[in-house]
Antibody, heavy 122, light 107 residues
Framework: QVQLVQSGAEVKKPGASVKVSCKPSGYTFTGHYMHWVRQAPGQGLEWMGWINPNSGDTNYAQKFQGRVTMTRDMSINTGYMELTSLKSDDTAVYYC???????????????WGQGTLVTVSS | DIQMTQSPSSLSASVGDRVTITCRASQSIRTYLNWYQHRPGKAPKLLIYAASTLQSGVPSRFTGSGSGTDFTLTISSLQAEDFATYFCQQSYTSPWTFGQGTKVEIK
């Protein structure tokens, strides 16, 4: 069955960076775009961007341009999301999610990771 | 950005109840509307996409309807495993935005 397993919780100081991993199983890694979505405490979900695991192409939400980098390692079928210059309002649960489309994106997320809590605190 | 507004933000219901959740978009999104269920400690789950298409494996007690700006998720007979937070998401235009969520609690 399809699963996306994310790395564990992180605590970071303001100004630091965090890198969250997402390892899918149960499907062809390169066949589906991987999105990243976050949810801050008491807030709604916020789409951050996607990576095409096949080509490495990325598309980021304007809000995160310059601070987020999404990458993948095809040798271990894992996707990564790195966020730099962390601020307290980056404290959130970060999710990876698979796009339903095969080799394209519909912006419909059919499988999600369990979430990674990133806490930014001095 | 398209704003997605859900109502109510929470509701209390009993097993067997019919539950309706509304999602309103700030502009027309045709039928580019998806619904998800999120149980505590679990990964979110896609329930319905394109406003009314049931995702494979999702029980038929879940139905979605609507187009344009107004959408509805209905659970025809609430089951114990349905107590969760539900949120809508538009896949019409970037940035892809979500509703704030509706928490369905046990009465």
């Amino acid at each position: 069955q399809v699963q996306l397993v994310q790395s564990g919780a992180e605590v970071k100081k303001p100004g630091a960076s965090v890198k969250v991993s997402c390892k899918p199983s149960g499907y062809t890694f390169t066949g589906h775009y991987m999105h990243w979505v976050r949810q801050a405490p008491g807030q709604g979900l916020e789409w951050m961007g996607w990576i095409n695991p096949n080509s490495g192409d990325t598309n980021y939400a304007q809000k995160f341009q310059g601070r987020v980098t999404m990458t993948r390692d095809m040798s271990i079928n894992t996707g990564y999301m790195e966020l730099t210059s962390l601020k307290s309002d980056d404290t959130a649960v970060y999710y990876c999610a698979r796009d339903v489309g095969y080799s394209g994106t519909y912006y419909i997320f059919d499988y999600w990771g369990q979430g990674t809590l990133v806490t930014v605190s001095s | 950005d398209i704003q997605m507004t859900q109502s109510p933000s929470s509701l209390s219901a009993s097993v067997g109840d019919r539950v309706t959740i509304t999602c309103r978009a700030s502009q027309s999104i045709r039928t580019y509307l998806n619904w998800y269920q999120h149980r505590p400690g679990k990964a979110p789950k896609l329930l319905i996409y394109a406003a009314s298409t049931l995702q494979s494996g999702v029980p038929s007690r879940f139905t979605g309807s609507g187009s344009g700006t107004d959408f509805t998720l209905t659970i025809s007979s609430l089951q114990a495993e349905d107590f969760a937070t539900y949120f809508c998401q538009q896949s019409y235009t970037s940035p892809w935005t979500f509703g704030q969520g509706t928490k369905v609690e046990i009465k």
